[in-house]
């Protein structure tokens, strides 16, 4: 059964920086294309940023770009989002994703970003 486990966030005043860790277990993680979504109070839950499988293709939201840089190491099953830049709309549960065709899909379990002074 595979499992995802997001760490990394926290309380950080605006235009701070967190970094955050999603460490995958259970399955092959280079087989899956790694996303992070963000779900702040009363919203849905958007895509902020995805990786292909060797990080050849990325893409972001528009409202983080040039602020968020997502990454991935395959050989310590684990995805990253460095947030820079950060603003109060930032503020949300972040969560990481795995996905691949034809297989299940795997989400963690949030991890809390707050933006505030």
């Known amino acids: 059964q595979g499992q995802l486990v997001e760490s990394g966030g926290g309380l950080v005043q605006p235009g701070g920086s967190l970094r955050l860790s999603c460490t995958a277990s259970?399955?092959?993680?280079?087989?899956?294309?790694m996303s992070w979504y963000r779900q702040a109070p009363g919203k849905e839950r958007d895509l902020v940023a995805r990786i292909s499988r060797f990080g050849i293709n990325i893409n972001y939201a528009d409202s983080v770009k040039g602020r968020f840089a997502i990454s991935r190491d395959n050989a310590k099953n684990t995805v990253y989002l460095q947030m820079n830049s950060l603003k109060p709309e930032d503020t949300a549960v972040y969560y990481c994703?795995?996905?691949?065709?034809?297989?299940?899909?795997?989400w963690g379990q949030g991890t809390q970003v707050t933006v505030s002074s």
């Open positions: 259970g399955f092959t993680f280079s087989m899956y294309v």
């Open positions: 994703k795995a996905e691949r065709m034809s297989s299940a899909e795997y």
